[in-house]
Nanobody, 123 residues
């Protein structure tokens, strides 16, 4: 069992930066792949980034490559998403999730979810 709590969302102007954090609890946190997803109003939840349990392997959706960076600290049970050069189309509720493999991008492949944090990017 893994419990996840996101923080760090907010309102930022286009071109700005935000850093999202996800605090996990539960003994299996360090053995899970972790992912960030987002869901905009009226749209399906979409994959943003994922990181393997060892932090060696990382995967990003094309639209955020070069702008977002995912990282994790297993000693602190945290995973972060540094978001730079934000665009209005990045506006969404962002969720962290724990899953079986960083290669998997479908939300159904992730077993545990946080409650989400709102990110709003104004133009």
């Amino acid at each position: 069992q893994v419990q996840l709590v996101e923080s760090g969302g907010g309102l930022v102007q286009a071109g700005g930066s935000l850093r999202l954090s996800c605090a996990g609890s539960g003994r299996s946190f360090s053995t899970n792949a972790m992912g960030w997803f987002r869901q905009a109003p009226g749209k399906e939840r979409e994959f943003v980034a994922s990181i393997s349990w060892s932090a060696i392997s990382i995967n990003y959706v094309d639209s955020v490559k070069g702008r977002f960076t995912i990282s994790r600290d297993n000693a602190k049970n945290t995973v972060s998403l540094q978001m730079n050069s934000l665009k209005p189309e990045d506006t969404a509720v962002y969720y962290c999730a724990a899953g079986r493999s960083f290669r998997l991008v479908a939300p159904s492949a992730y077993d545990y979810w946080g409650q989400g944090t709102q990110v709003t990017v104004s133009s």
